[in-house]
């Protein structure tokens, strides 16, 4: 896979924080680097700027002992800016490539945020994370680049319609239908790409002259249509990315963005229960946090809930095969609450 990544981080915390913070980047730096070159299992970044009290510093942090660090951050009261290139080397999403996680692991009381950018073979990727109150928040955005053509058609037919189009520019609509609509936009750019004469000699069933196309692209323009290219510059990445919390005590990633209750958790109940009445109120306590409740243990399960963590139920089993983790009522009361 080619790519064209860059990462940006800015970290505040007391020097001890920044100094582990640093440290983790180090590792990322150089031993991910020597580990990629010798079995091609993991990512790794380089060419590492850090900025902060005692201004801009480009450096390979191999070179750099603990007592340079140390006196890098002494006096950063206003945190360390970070920029590197990549990460490059062995991942399949940037959300494997685990750098945050790892940082906020390092610090769990600091606060940092950042994020990567750029380009792989056949997409458009970010992702940014916010680290604070002890919980890291994720949002990974992934375009690929076959995926635009058929966001800007229908963008374009949502702004323009079909009956509207032919309307505005003298069409027959027994003779254009949304197939020769969607071609016109995707495969010969329209509206940006096409004048007068491509257009007719396209659209032959048009009876538009060139005075009233001229009146009628003034519309398309007025509609809010822009050209392909500002299109796929100003897609929302928000409205396409997939958020997740990770919680570093735990370590357990939730779905979306919000961290409180059960939100984003699936679980699994085994066994008797002795502070919940039953099952039901257990799973519609959970519900009303947020979270689900599954029959089975599966790769999505975060956490079965079993007061004999050492029973050799079939979920349990599936459990410890999977690594979900197990945890009893009372723990489960200890972290989500109760009724």
């Known amino acids: 896979m080619s790519a064209d990544l860059n990462t940006c981080i800015s970290m505040q915390g007391t020097a001890e924080e920044l100094l582990s913070m640093l440290r983790v980047l ?48 002494s006096g950063a009261k206003k945190g360390l800016q970070i920029w590197a290139s990549g990460p490059w080397g062995i991942f399949y999403e940037l959300g494997d490539v685990g750098l945050f996680e790892a940082l906020a692991h390092s610090a769990p009381t600091a606060r940092f945020s950042g994020s990567i950018n750029g380009f792989v073979t056949g997409a458009r990727v970010s992702l940014t994370a916010d680290f604070t109150d002890g919980k890291l928040y994720l949002s990974e955005f992934t375009m ?26 003298k069409i027959d609509r027994d003779e254009f239908d949304s197939d020769d609509y969607e071609a016109l936009i995707d495969e010969e750019g ?33 509609l809010g249509i822009i050209d392909y290219d500002t299109f796929c510059d100003s897609i929302d990445e928000d409205r396409y990315s997939v958020k997740r919390v990770y919680d570093p005590v735990t370590k357990i990633y939730r779905k979306g963005s919000d961290a409180s209750g059960c939100h984003g958790l ?18 519609e306590y959970i519900k009303s946090q947020g979270g689900a409740v599954t029959g089975s243990v599966s790769r999505n399960t975060d956490y079965l809930i079993n007061n004999d963590a050492e ?26 609450g109760r009724p």
């Open 266 to 283: 699936t679980f699994v109940a085994a066994g008797k229960l002795t502070s919940f009445k039953n099952r039901e109120q257990l799973t």
């Open 144 to 169: 690929p680049y076959e995926v635009l053509p058929q966001l800007y058609t229908e963008d374009v037919e949502k702004r323009l319609p079909l009956a509207k189009f032919c309307r505005i520019f």
């Open 26 to 73: 180090r590792v990322f730096e150089t031993d991910n680097a020597v580990r990629y070159s010798d079995q091609h299992d993991c990512a790794y970044i380089d060419m590492v700027t850090i900025s902060g009290a005692s201004g801009r510093k480009d450096t390979n942090l191999e070179d750099v002992p603990d007592e340079e660090l140390s006196a890098l951050v």
């Open 311 to 336: 029973s050799t139920s079939s979920k349990n089993k599936k459990a410890n095969e999977l690594g979900v983790k197990i945890i009893t009522e009372d723990e489960f009361i200890q972290m989500f």
């Open 190 to 222: 329209f509206p940006d790409d096409i004048d007068f004469d491509t257009f007719t000699d396209l659209c032959e069933c048009s009876e538009i002259d060139e005075e009233q196309y001229d009146a009628a692209i003034e519309k398309v323009v007025a």
